[in-house]
């Protein structure tokens, strides 16, 4: 979590006298409360009676402050909240641009509350002039300025409450004026599901940057910090502002799985089988071989990094086996995470009501640091014993929810056709609902292969040979053999959408396949075949 550094300074006894050094903390205060990401830096940095023009404050307070900085206590994504810009310096615009300078090299960034302006990590070409403007007005000391700025926050906040939008840095998938990018918003919700089936936020990126190009130079950084930003509801300090772009439960569902600190059993790289296959004799990933003449294979790692001391599995399992096997027995577990997924009513309210007081907590726990940071602040008081008692009824309301039986509406054949949309569209999203579920299929010394669905025609079968004769791999299970071609390991769409018409014909019943006859001669002819072939 990174750091907030509250900075306040005053320069003359008459201003600390009055309310200059509260309203700088009080405004500290509540941008703490408001934004509970940021944890208070233990230490505070002040220059009380400090004059900033003529340097002072360099040599204790904010001296101190950049010496943490320079120490790196305070770091890459902390943030210093100071009232405005005259609170960092009065010194001439040279000066002043290298001090600020001096603490976005590290990372850091300054935040000036009054305008509510974010400056770092760099300073962007329409900040420079408004900032020199900033420290010219500093250096000559302007009191009007201040009041000007004072009053445009002001103003800001109220025409957010009468639903004005306000100007400031909005999130990626809205305009400045506030509306919705259209294309951006549908992505960043797809992102928000991702995020719910357990995708990293890496791969989140990855995704993202496919389906925009908007996010072509984005961090994955970033991703977290718009998966969290309450903007996504529509909010900006607690008053719906924007459009949402996702429902509540959405994003309480994903906040708590970040508050899980949920980790993909194994975070799904480049190919849809990795970490759904696993060793049978010591448990290791499966991992893929690359071959270059024949179909890619899968074998057990540990045996490949640490040799056969580690694992007696040396059996190598071609891909389009294992991918005809995952997509005949994954769809029991995909029902599973699928209900995992879908809630009752009264838990989705539950997961919205504890996504709340979480946010509450966050809020609380930050205030309570500046109350003992900053001493008695009567707003602060205030703010308090409002949490508290929506707090208090939140857990009212959490009490009173009649749990409604978890009504599973997922069925197998939903599961099912849900799967096969995933195996063409997005595989790594069945990847991950699949291990969410600890889906697996075992690979045997001996050629037996395992998965832990039950119930289904390949849920436990021997991979025979490779048959050159008719180009296919051979299977056997429950007595049968099943032929798998030797194309290439994926689905084409083609063969995809025959092979799901022909498992919804068997599924209802209304196949008419018919036996091939052979005739004794080509029997005979075909069992000397296999005969040599094995
Ligand atoms: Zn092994």
Redesign the pocket.
């Known amino acids: 979590m990174p750091y907030a550094i509250g900075y306040a300074r005053f320069s003359s006894i008459k201003q600390g006298s009055g309310s200059s050094l509260e309203r700088q903390q009080a405004m500290i205060a509540k941008w703490l409360g408001e934004n509970p990401e940021y944890k208070v830096y233990p230490k505070t940095f002040e220059d009380l009676g400090r004059s900033a023009s003529k340097g002072d404050h360099l040599k204790h307070g904010l001296g101190k402050l950049l010496q943490a900085i320079e120490l790196k206590e305070i770091g890459d994504g902390d943030i210093i909240l100071v009232e405005a810009i005259d609170r960092i310096g009065r010194l001439t615009a040279t000066k002043m641009f290298s001090l600020i300078n001096q603490i976005l090299e590290a990372g850091v960034r300054i935040v000036t509350l009054q305008d509510n302006t974010m400056y770092g990590p760099v300073i962007k070409s329409d900040q420079i002039w408004q900032l020199l403007g900033k420290i010219e007005q500093a250096f000559t000391y302007s009191v009007d300025l201040g009041k000007r700025i004072k009053d445009s926050y002001t103003i800001r906040e109220q025409n957010a409450r009468k639903g004005l939008i306000p100007k400031r840095r909005t999130p990626i998938w809205l305009n400045t004026d506030g509306t919705l990018k259209e294309d951006i918003a549908v992505a960043m919700k797809t992102a928000f599901e991702d995020a719910l089936s357990g995708l990293g936020e890496r791969r989140i990126l990855k995704r993202l940057k496919i389906s925009h190009p908007t996010f072509e130079k984005c961090h994955p950084a970033s991703v977290r910090k718009w998966l969290t930003n309450k903007a996504a509801i529509g909010f900006w300090r607690e008053i719906l502002t924007y459009p949402p772009i996702v429902s509540q439960e959405l994003f309480y569902q994903v906040q708590k799985r970040f508050e899980d600190a949920y980790i993909p059993a194994s975070a799904p790289t480049k190919h849809f089988l990795s970490g759904l296959v696993k060793?049978g004799?010591?448990?290791?990933s499966f991992q893929v071989k690359v071959n270059k003449s024949s179909p890619n294979s899968m074998h057990?790692s540990?045996?490949a990094i640490h040799g056969i001391d580690r694992?007696e599995?040396g059996t190598s399992f071609p891909v389009p086996v294992l991918l005809r096997i995952c997509h005949d027995t994954a769809t029991l577990a995909m029902e599973t995470a699928l209900q995992n997924i879908e809630l009752s009513k009264a838990k989705k309210k539950s997961i919205i009501i504890d996504g709340k007081l979480n946010d509450i907590g966050k809020k609380l726990s930050n205030l309570i640091t500046s109350l003992q940071q900053y001493g008695a602040i009567p707003e602060i008081d205030s703010q308090i014993t409002l949490l508290i008692s929506e707090r208090k009824k939140l857990e009212d309301e959490k009490r009173y929810l009649v749990e409604d039986d978890v009504a599973n509406t997922t069925n197998y054949e939903e599961a099912w056709d849900y799967q096969y949309e995933l195996i063409e569209d997005d595989p790594m999203r069945l990847n991950a609902l699949l291990q969410s579920v600890q889906y697996q299929i075992k690979c045997f010394a001996n050629r037996s292969i395992l998965a832990n669905t039950t119930g289904n025609e390949l849920s436990k079968s021997v991979y025979m040979n490779y048959c050159r004769k008719i180009q296919a791999y051979r299977l056997r299970a429950n007595g049968n053999i099943y032929n798998i071609a030797n194309r290439e390991g994926t689905f084409s769409k083609e063969r995809l959408s025959t092979f799901k018409e022909m498992l919804q014909a068997q599924r209802e019943g209304t196949t008419a396949f018919k036996e091939i006859e052979t005739s004794p001669a080509d029997s005979e002819i075909l069992e000397f075949l296999a005969a040599i072939d094995d």
């Open positions: 060793c004799n010591c448990g290791s057990c540990a045996r694992c599995n």
